[in-house]
């Protein structure tokens, strides 16, 4: 019999209501044993999935807190099993006493994601929405939280089962003409197997495809504000955050160190780095903050290149733009209250002249005035969306641990390709689709062990 379980399900903190959980055969009776009405009676008789109004006592009577609690009778709850909940006061000290109350009545510590995680086991949901919970609760973002709903509603496990499906039917026809090549089979030529199977892959690539902005959506965004000394990277920083967070003058040098900020923009989760000028400098100090400059350049999904528009390109304008090769760049001309003189033909002469490739756009705005600041939040969406060819609304791959299982079962595929180009035994293709079709089941759960389970629920808070 599976051990009955308690844990805090409210964040830690004071708060209106906090909940203590209750998970297992013993839910019921561990809730007799400390609920009271208010006259100090105990409650006999619980109606399933109504609240009722009274008190958590202990062994002596003394009231720990005023409460409302609810039983709930399995299978109909979320782990499966019968469930119990008492919502108390939000108290550290209130949810500390009755946990303790709860535990020295037979319960034992939930630990961490306990509750999804006998979810999952009891087929309540598969492994792919029980880390769709996680995501839920840890989204930072508007888009975060609707790719995280989306897939706790099985949207990628319906996905991935058709998937599968698809390759399990394959692997039936190939397996039957390995076996019995003397039945009387309709033909299975090696065309029609990569015919099938390409139509397979091209599914799973188009997840593949969705990782890098579901890593974005999931994780924000590394957006590094690059430039050389005091042409508007501090006032375009504070533009986009709305607040004055850097400090802004005409004095060189100003910004000596990177400053970093989380932020949304455009709905997408950023982490914002305002960079030091990048110049030729002996100051020791200046020069720590302009190698860090460099390093966020380096890690950034996305560098928006501040220039000074009312200027010429300088030759420091030139040294950073020789950074940004295979980069995602914005190229921002500021100062358009000021009259721009440069434009996307000079800085493509540069790239040209230098052999950089990299991918850009080019915008005119006034960091001052705040004109045309709102084209870089919608560069950005375009860029992290692929304009439109990756949809807010479509399917993203947002866990590294699902992205992983998907690009080994496309390099397995590719080699069952190859072998059936070369026309080797179909037995070595069907090894290599058949160690596909279980990656692809890890990440639903049907393919799982227990190391794995471990490790995905261990990323849990407690009491989830």
């Known amino acids: 019999m599976e051990q009955t379980v308690a844990a805090v399900?409210?964040?830690?903190?004071?708060?209106g209501i906090g909940i203590v959980r209750i998970s297992g055969p013993e839910a019921l009776e561990i809730l007799k044993k400390v609920f009271a009405y208010k006259s100090g009676k105990k409650a006999e008789r619980f109606e399933e999935r109504r609240m009722i109004y009274g008190n958590i006592t202990d062994e002596s009577g003394e009231v720990i807190d005023e409460a409302?609690?609810?039983?709930?009778?399995?299978?109909?709850?979320?782990?499966?099993?019968?469930?119990?909940?008492?919502?108390?006061?939000?108290s550290i000290v209130s949810l500390r006493k009755i946990l303790s109350l709860v535990l020295s009545c037979g319960a034992g510590l939930a630990g961490r994601g306990e509750f999804t995680k006998r979810a999952f086991l009891n087929g309540k949901i598969d492994l792919a929405q029980a880390e769709a919970v996680?995501?839920?609760?840890?989204?930072?973002?508007?888009a975060g939280s609707r790719s995280a709903v989306s897939q706790l509603g099985g949207s990628l496990s319906s996905v991935i089962g058709s998937i599968r499906t698809q390759m399990a039917d394959l692997l039936s026809d190939i397996i039957a003409h390995i076996e019995?090549?003397?039945?009387?089979?309709?033909?299975?030529?090696?065309?029609?197997i990569l015919e099938r199977l390409?139509?397979?892959?091209?599914?799973?690539r188009k997840l593949a495809d969705s990782a890098d902005t579901g890593r974005i959506v999931r994780d924000g965004l590394k957006l590094c504000i690059a430039g050389r000394p005091n042409v508007g990277k501090s006032s375009l920083m504070n533009a986009l955050l709305k607040t004055d967070r850097a400090i802004v003058t005409d004095i060189p040098g100003t910004t000596r160190?990177?400053?970093?900020?989380?932020?949304?923009v455009a709905g997408i989760p950023v982490r914002l780095t305002d960079t030091a000028g990048i110049r030729e400098t002996e100051d020791t100090i200046e020069k720590i903050g302009i190698q860090r400059s460099r390093d966020s350049i380096r890690s950034a999904d996305i560098v928006i290149f501040v220039a000074d528009g009312s200027d010429t390109i300088s030759a420091e304008d030139e040294a950073i733009i020789s950074q940004l090769a295979s980069k995602s760049v914005i190229f921002?001309?500021?100062k358009s209250d000021l009259g721009i003189r440069i434009g996307h033909r000079e800085i493509e002469k540069i790239m040209e002249k230098k052999g950089i490739q990299a991918n850009c756009t080019f915008l005119e705005i006034s960091a001052l005035t705040g004109e045309g600041v709102e084209k870089i939040a919608e560069e950005i969406r375009n860029i992290v969306f692929r304009g439109g060819a990756a949809a807010e609304n479509e399917l993203m791959i947002t866990n590294a641990r699902h992205a992983d299982l998907i690009d080994r079962s496309l390099h397995l595929l590719s080699d069952a390709e190859t072998m059936l180009k070369n026309g080797e035994a179909l037995d070595f293709a069907e090894t290599d689709i058949r160690s596909a079709w279980n990656l692809l089941g890890e990440i639903i759960g049907e393919t799982v062990n227990q190391?794995?389970?471990t490790e995905v629920f261990s990323r849990f808070c407690l009491g989830k």
């Open 9 to 15: 399900a409210t964040a830690p903190g004071e708060g």
């Open 451 to 453: 190391d794995i389970l």
């Open 134 to 142: 996680n995501d839920v609760i840890r989204a930072v973002s508007d």
């Open 180 to 192: 019995y090549p003397e039945e009387d089979l309709e033909e299975l030529t090696y065309a029609e």
């Open 257 to 264: 160190d990177t400053i970093e900020e989380f932020a949304s």
């Open 198 to 204: 390409g139509e397979t892959e091209k599914r799973i």
């Open 68 to 90: 409302m609690v609810v039983y709930m009778k399995a299978p109909r709850t979320y782990t499966g099993e019968d469930v119990a909940e008492i919502q108390c006061h939000g």
């Open 332 to 334: 921002v001309f500021n």
